[in-house]
């Protein structure tokens, strides 16, 4: 719990599609690292390490559903944190990213239709209580899942 | 009121008389595991200030992802942790050479017992369901947290019921079950569900395949997973979110193969079509038991590994290596030209002990074909029963081990 304000302001670095696994968001040959904010520099390096130079503070990541499944791997949900994401939007989470996401404090929203409604560079700004991603870019209202008030 | 066992578990650690699903429960611990990642685990400890951990008795630590020390950086952190777990007192630690991977050497060793509940950082940990306890994987702050309180909050899940029946047909397996399964359900089938597999097919398998089934259902995103036990089961009037009936002969009548990139991407062997294999990986905590060590053993015998394949083999633990040392399989397999890697996880997480290159294409009896997870992000994993992984070995192409058998030696 933070006193951090629950309305997040940013621009969509990447969209991303279904079943995103945390070997793509952060490599297993880089689990002996263990300074969570070193992670940060291997963020998609294996398949996207452009995501993570266009990545700038307070923007988001979108995606479709199972974002961060397989591994247990913290660093996953380290990485995207020290990288300077705002917040992962996707249509659905697994479980232990999720978990890892709110552990972290990387706000993890669930929205199953912002893949479709979002693209790179848009202007968003979320509203993790009320649940509402407004794409400022688009001028249309996202529905997502309200963020429990424990966990912002 | 009829309880699931996932629900039966949580409420007895969560001090209820019973649980519902969606429900949120804080339980006692009675088991948590850590590998190498005991690492990141001890600093969030330390962050918190606790001056030391609840039980040390209930903490198990065991390093496999990376033994021996691959790098520098590696043997800093298996020394940090070896300098905590004296400190602490946590008598249950396995170093290189003493276990092996996690899950086998927690089995190996008689520390899971029916309706515990265990936690551990790593995702495979829904493995001990084969046991019957409620075991689940946690990221290394919330394991923090365990080491200080012993407890852990849960969403109780709701249940899918997996019921086989009938025979396999010749050379299909838990691990070609299991993979169908996930085909059928998808990746995220299970997700925050529980699994409960049952039915005569389920319960006339070896303990290592009921390891298998529960092993893999992570995959499909299953929180936990169970195969029965005798100790302690569902309530005959619980209630299922949905139950699938398999009939082992007519739903599987052949090995299923997991086609890059994703595990649900599975394919009965038949309509794969010609591919040739760089590398086959016979281990993990998936398929590095003694079964399957027999399995390959009795197909390389007096055959020999395709020249333009490497067949690499790694025991699950100390003890099933030793066995299969005595037994005669890793002879068998060293004979047939196979690389015996020591008990770890070896190249599953893309570590060491045998990487791919960029083009290069392996069948491996583990458990991921995620991009670059074994290797180069432009390499490509097919996951196999351990019988596919030895005969594509020999046939230096992801092959049907009946075809393999036929022949009477070589190259197939």
Redesign the interface.
């Known amino acids: 719990m933070s006193d951090a304000s629950p309305i997040l302001r940013g621009r969509v670095a990447a969209v991303l599609g279904a079943?995103i696994?945390t070997?793509?968001v952060y490599?297993?040959?880089y689990?002996?690292?263990?300074d969570r904010e070193k992670t940060a520099e291997h963020l998609f390096e294996?398949?996207w390490p452009e995501i993570r130079s266009r990545l700038r503070p307070g923007d988001f990541i979108v995606a479709g559903?199972?974002f961060g499944?397989?591994?247990?791997?913290?660093?996953a949900?380290a990485a995207l944190k020290y990288a300077g994401c705002g917040a992962v939007i996707a249509a659905?989470f697994?479980?232990?990213f999720y978990?890892?996401a709110i552990?972290?404090g990387l706000p993890a929203v669930v929205s199953p239709s912002a893949a479709a409604q979002c693209g790179e560079g848009n202007e968003l700004e979320i509203d993790l209580s009320a649940g509402e991603i407004h794409n400022l870019s688009r001028n249309i209202t996202i529905a997502a899942a309200p963020l429990d008030p424990r966990a912002i | 009121m009829s309880m699931t066992l996932a629900e039966k578990i949580l409420a007895r650690a969560s001090g209820r008389s019973r649980v519902a699903p969606d429900e949120i429960v804080v339980a006692d611990v009675d088991l948590a595991m850590s590998h190498?990642?005991a690492?990141?685990v001890r600093?969030a400890f330390l962050e918190i200030g606790a001056p030391r951990v609840w039980d040390p008795e209930k903490i198990v630590i065991i390093f496999d992802?990376?033994i021996p020390a691959e790098?520098e950086?590696?043997a800093a952190?298996h020394k940090a942790v070896r300098e905590f777990v004296r400190q602490q007192g946590i008598r249950h630690f396995y170093d290189a050479g003493r276990g092996g991977i996690c899950h086998q050497v927690l089995a190996d060793n008689g520390h899971v017992k029916p309706g515990m509940v265990v936690v551990g950082?790593?995702?495979h940990t829904t493995t001990h369901g084969a046991f019957g306890a409620f075991a689940t994987?946690?990221?290394?702050?919330?394991m923090a947290g365990v080491w200080v309180e012993g407890r852990l909050w849960f969403k109780v899940p709701s249940t899918i019921r997996i019921e086989a029946e009938g025979e396999f047909a010749p050379w299909v397996s838990a691990k070609d079950l299991i993979l169908w399964i996930i085909g059928k359900l998808g990746?995220?089938g299970a997700?925050?569900r529980a699994v409960e597999f049952d039915g005569s097919a389920v319960r006339r398998m070896s303990v290592a395949s009921r390891m298998v089934l529960c092993n893999l259902s992570m995959e499909m995103?299953a929180?936990v997973a169970f195969t029965p036990v005798a100790e302690i089961g569902p309530d005959p009037e619980a209630e299922y979110e949905r139950t699938l009936h398999i009939h082992l002969g007519y739903d599987i009548p052949e090995p299923q193969i997991a086609c890059p990139h994703?595990v649900?991407n599975v394919k009965p062997l038949s309509a794969l079509g010609e591919v040739k294999v760089h590398q086959a990986v016979l281990g993990s905590c998936t398929n590095g038991r003694l079964e399957d060590l027999e399995i390959a053993a009795r197909i390389l015998s007096g055959r020999s590994v395709h020249p333009d394949t490497r067949l690499i083999v790694i025991p699950a633990s100390q003890r099933i290596c030793l066995e299969a040392m005595r037994l005669g399989y890793l002879g068998t397999l060293i004979e047939a030209g196979a690389i015996v890697n020591p008990p770890g996880c070896g190249p599953c997480?893309?570590?060491h002990q045998g990487i791919l290159a960029a083009g290069e294409v392996c069948v491996s009896s583990t458990n991921?074909n995620?991009?670059?997870?074994m290797g180069s992000?432009d390499s490509f994993v097919y996951l196999a029963s351990p019988a596919v992984v030895a005969a594509s070995a020999v046939a230096g192409r992801i092959i049907h081990p009946e075809a393999v058998m036929a022949k009477e030696n070589a190259h197939v």
């Open positions: 079943n696994d070997d793509l490599p297993g040959r689990l002996n690292i263990t294996l398949a559903p199972n499944c397989g591994s247990s791997r913290e660093q949900a659905s697994a479980r232990i978990r890892n552990n972290l | 190498e990642n690492d990141l600093k992802h990376r790098s950086k590696t952190t950082t790593d995702s994987g946690i990221g290394a702050t919330e990746a995220a997700d925050y995103g929180k994703s649900d997480v893309g570590v991921r995620f991009i670059g997870r992000k």
